[in-house]
């Protein structure tokens, strides 16, 4: 019997703080994930990350970056313009921490560190595995990484600026570029007026010589203490890409003006401004009027990074429900061992190494396609795919994590209600949800051989998996109809199941026939635990989730 004093006072029954843990060595499903397509190598390599990630130190950093949002100082005491954003110092060590890594450069540069090929596997991992502990840093790390696919139009800006931006340094001095030890490139396409639509952009820019002038604005226009950015501004010829620094040649101050900064739900660390450009200097990326294609050649990435992400975010919810409910006692008896709150976890699992199975299989399309064309067509169809169906169900998922915690969960001390708010906008930057349908469809038009190939792959991989052949004829049935954009979403999601089934087959098959059972076979209720997956299955399940 506790005396009333201790009542009062003493902590017991509440689970371990989740950190302190490697988040590679203790993710089976991550592990076995990388080495399935082609990663194993690199398993010490991943091990010394998710150490690193997983400490109570980093985690410290993703509170502190999140809880002293960026400042936006416009002007000086003076009155004389800054336009600087201050970020807390942990935004800054997280960005060191990152790039030191190579997560913004490693897919140009990357050379013995990932044997086998796996550059992007590995990549990929370290990426789901930093979203776990912040977010809002990758949005410029993953900006980074994807602007060089879009300088590749210029070969002779590109050969300046890699060695900058090849650098595993990370350079937070308001300085021009060249003259740095490393950079940062933010992106700026969407207009008060249009997003999706760019074509609808209203930013004029007109030639200076080599360069352009350009004048206009931007709704959102993300980090914008990034060193140079994309931007898609109206030319002579049409909607034109531009290289714009913050600096311009002279060393002068660019004109960039920044307006505020986005009050956001989440993605708090990461400043989102909305900016004016006076008279800007910008170099023109591509032809005149080019500049939709010439951003195609990075939306892949950044859509690629949104679904890895999201992957991770859901991750990190079923690893703090583990730990919590192993821990937790009600009426007893642990949570984790309680059936209900059994079959809850086991689904959520089985969603989690699905998820992560897929990730990782499309990080080896990214790898393979530029030598072989049916990698090629992997990623070019199931890029928006796997972006639409992980991103889509973060969200939910993470709520069903937040309630295994019970009220702990809905804290802000703890870090899910921090990931419940980040989660949305992985869907909508980058080509929202409908966006991605879309995209399916254009792919489907325009590469329906590439297509087909994929399809006929994901038949071989899967087609035996309860559920999969109905699957696989509902949906060539469904974009074959004259109204498929109506059908986008049902038949891109069972797209992204069969996917993930056969993901899954490649790690863990009797997993992957669970997942179709569950999924593609029967109708598998709407909500977590809905599933029958049996108690030996369950327990499986949840063994490799957290070790
Ligand atoms: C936190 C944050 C940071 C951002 N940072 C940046 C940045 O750094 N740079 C940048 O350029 N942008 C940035 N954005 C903007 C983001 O990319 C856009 O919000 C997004 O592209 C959608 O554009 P929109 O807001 O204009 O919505 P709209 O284009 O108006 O779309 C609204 C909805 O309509 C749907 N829709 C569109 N077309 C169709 C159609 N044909 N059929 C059916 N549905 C359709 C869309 O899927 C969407 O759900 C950021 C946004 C956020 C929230």
Redesign the pocket.
């Known amino acids: 019997m506790l005396s009333a004093a201790s009542a009062r006072t003493e902590v017991f029954n509440q689970s371990p703080a989740f950190e302190d843990v490697n988040l590679f060595t203790q993710d089976r499903p991550l592990a076995e994930a990388v080495a399935a397509n082609g990663g194993a190598d690199a398993a010490n390599d991943l091990a010394a990350f998710g150490k690193l990630w997983g400490s109570a130190a980093m985690i410290e950093r993703g509170r502190l970056a999140n809880e002293n949002t960026p400042k936006l100082r416009t002007f000086d005491a003076r009155g004389f313009r800054r336009d600087q954003v201050e970020f807390h110092p942990a935004y800054h060590e997280l960005m060191a921490h990152s790039a030191h890594a190579g997560l913004h450069n490693s897919t140009w540069t990357a050379t013995g560190e990932a044997a086998g090929g796996a550059s992007e596997v590995v990549r990929g991992a370290k990426l789901f595995i930093a979203a776990q502990v912040e977010s809002g840093h990758l ?1 410029p790390i993953t ?1 980074t990484r994807a602007a060089v696919g879009a300088l590749a139009v210029d070969p002779a800006l590109k050969a300046k600026v890699m060695p900058v931006l090849g650098s595993r340094s990370y350079d937070p001095a308001f300085a021009p570029w060249w003259t740095k030890r490393g950079m940062t490139m ?6 008060r ?6 074509r609808a952009n209203i930013s004029r820019a007109v030639r200076d010589g080599d360069a352009y002038r350009v004048t206009g604005h ?6 914008p203490m990034c060193d140079a950015f994309l931007v ?1 501004a109206q030319a002579e010829g049409g909607l034109t890409c531009f290289f714009m620094p913050r600096f311009a040649p002279d060393g002068s101050v660019n004109g960039l003006r920044f307006q505020r900064l ?1 009050d ?1 739900l989440g ?1 708090r660390s ?1 400043a ?1 401004s909305e900016v004016e450009f006076d008279n800007a200097y910008a170099l023109r990326l591509g032809e005149e009027g080019r500049g939709v294609r010439t951003i195609i050649e990075m939306v892949s990435l950044t859509r690629q990074d949104c679904a890895l992400s999201s992957a991770g975010l859901m991750r990190s919810g079923l690893a703090h429900a583990i730990n919590h409910t192993r821990h937790r006692s009600v009426f007893q008896k642990h949570l984790a061992d309680q059936p209900l709150m059994q079959s809850v976890l086991a689904d959520m699992a089985l969603h989690v190494e699905a998820s992560t199975a897929l990730v990782m299989r499309l990080c080896r399309a990214f790898d393979r396609a530029p030598f072989d064309a049916a990698e090629a067509a992997y990623m070019r169809l199931l890029t928006p795919v796997v972006k639409y169906w992980t991103c889509k169900s973060a969200p939910g998922f993470i709520y069903e994590a937040m309630e295994c915690l019970g009220g702990n969960g809905y804290i802000e001390e703890g870090i899910l209600a921090r990931h419940y708010r980040e989660a949305p ?1 992985n869907a ?11 995209d399916v469809l254009r792919a489907l038009s325009r590469e329906a051989d590439g297509a087909e190939a994929v399809m006929t792959h994901l038949a071989a991989q899967a087609g035996d998996l309860p559920g999969a052949r109905e699957a696989l004829g509902f949906v060539a049935k469904a974009f074959q109809r004259p109204d498929a ?1 109506r059908m986008a979403r049902l038949a891109v999601e069972r797209l992204a199941l069969l996917a993930a089934a056969a993901a899954l087959q490649e790690v863990s098959p009797s997993h992957a026939e669970l997942f179709a059972a569950t999924r593609l076979d029967t109708s598998h209720g709407n909500l977590y635990g809905a599933a029958d997956l049996g108690a030996d299955a369950s327990r499986r399940l949840l063994d490799r989730a957290l070790g």
């Not at 007026?193 to 760019?198: E, I, N």
């Not at 931007?218 to 980090?223: D, L, R, V």
């Open positions: 949005c900006m933010g992106m700026g396409m969407t207009e007026q249009g997003g999706t639509d760019v931007k709704w959102f226009m993300s980090a898609l986005k956001k993605n990461n989102s906008v909508i930057w980058e080509g929202s949800g409908n966006v991605m349908c879309l954009e």
